[in-house]
């Protein structure tokens, strides 16, 4: 058994980003030796690798709609305040008598507002042990905006109270956590950057480690050679991609690439009667799927990568070279994907659309450009947040626990 036994807390609400990156940042712990548990209070993703990592599932609950202002259980029906009730026992008896030696938060303070007593009981609970567990704050390159500049400060007094140090996914030469965190200077001494998580970082060093496994292969229905010569059209979760697939569908008959293959996969969360409907509309030439494992792979054979700009997507993006064209999703205060879009274009890695005038015809020309461009570049970003994230929490466990 480990000498050393982490927890990490993870609430996805609409996508599956946030799980996924920490799945890749577990595994890599498992992989080095430290005992790890997923607790998850979002809805199960499939095919979710986390190797050798341990993984424990609350009844979930989500947001329904990209408003954020409501959750619901897995029937879509209200969380009823028993729902939550239950949640916070099984997640406070897990810390109880795992009693880890860390414990980290993905997203808190910096999100995650509609469950902050869940997880400020989760962290009284944690800082109630002894001796007290290292408590740990993991967060994305950048946060979306918020309404009032106090929202802000009320997130730094949190991460100040609570939190021995803030572990940043992200590389601070590319966007700095200031840019989408004002107050980032109040956190100076706990403000660690990790650079980018990657899925291919955590899989590479896995099939080199002593632990290594193999790699899942393709399942049911993947074709060998899918995504050669293609236009992959990918949605992440799918939960904000409906108008980006749409539009893609059409675009094709407007790009000079119109005799490849267009290969449309949705995500998991996407609307089973739009998904219907899109395998209603796509004519001959037109795959759509919802997952495919194989992914990364999809986009090294592709022709050109259309996305979003989610982090979990970029960093594919980043590490296959693919030639991309992202349309960053934008509703309200989420800005988050933006910013990310706006920064690695203005590095000529990518080519970004507005995703509030997106336009087939539109979408059809950068495309076209696109393929005809350089491959993505990621000279000079840090991708090894994965290996360096795992650096840090086994640095922070060599020195003990806090009393």
């Not at 993947?222 to 059409?250: D, M």
């Not at 094709?252 to 690439?257: A, K, P, Q, W």
């Not at 994907?337 to 509030?356: F, P």
Request: net charge positive; aromatic share 6%.
């Amino acid at each position: 058994m480990s000498a050393h036994r982490v927890l990490f807390f993870v609430q996805h609400l609409r996508g599956i980003g946030h799980l996924k990156r920490a799945a890749v940042i577990a595994r890599t712990l498992a992989r080095d030796g430290i005992e790890v548990d997923i607790i998850s209070g979002g809805p199960p993703v499939p095919d979710l690798d986390i190797g050798a990592a341990g993984f424990f599932q609350l009844p979930p609950v989500f947001s329904p709609d990209d408003s954020y202002s409501r959750l619901v259980d897995e029937s879509g029906a209200p969380a009823t305040p028993e729902l939550r009730r239950r949640r916070r026992a099984r997640l406070l008896e897990h810390v109880q008598t795992r009693r880890p030696d860390m414990v980290i938060v993905e997203m808190f303070p910096f999100g995650r507002s509609q469950i902050r007593d869940d997880i400020v009981a989760l962290l009284d609970a944690a800082r109630a042990l002894d001796p007290r567990p290292w408590l740990v704050s993991s967060v994305r390159d950048i946060l979306s905006a918020k309404r009032t500049p106090k929202r802000y400060q009320e997130m730094a007094d949190d991460a100040e109270a609570y939190f021995d140090y803030v572990m940043v996914h992200g590389d601070k030469d590319l966007i700095p956590f200031e840019a989408s965190f004002p107050p980032a200077g109040r956190l100076e001494g706990k403000l660690r950057y990790t650079g980018y998580v990657t899925g291919a970082e955590a899989g590479a060093a896995d099939r080199d480690g002593a632990r290594a496994r193999k790699a899942p292969g393709r399942a049911p229905g993947e074709e060998e050679g899918a995504g050669n010569g293609e236009v992959v059209v990918s949605a992440g979760g799918g939960a904000f991609a409906k108008g980006l697939l749409e539009a893609a569908l059409l675009a094709r008959g407007f790009s000079r690439l119109s005799s490849l293959t267009w290969r449309l996969i949705t995500g998991p969360n996407f609307e089973d009667g739009d998904f219907r409907a899109l395998e209603a509309a796509a004519p001959a030439g037109v795959v759509i799927e919802r997952t495919r494992r194989d992914f990364p792979e999809l986009l090294r054979r592709a022709a050109v990568s259309v996305s979003q700009a989610g982090y979990n997507t970029m960093m594919d993006i980043l590490t296959s070279g693919a030639r991309a064209v992202v349309v960053p999703y934008l509703n309200g205060q989420q800005t988050e994907q933006s910013l990310r879009a706006e920064c690695l274009a203005a590095r000529g890695v990518v080519r970004a659309l507005s995703g509030g005038a997106i336009t087939p015809v539109a979408l059809a020309r950068a495309i076209d450009a696109a393929a005809a461009g350089a491959p993505a570049n990621a000279a000079g970003i840090d991708l090894n947040g994965a290996a360096k994230s795992a650096r840090l929490v086994a640095g922070w466990l060599e020195t003990g626990r806090r009393r």
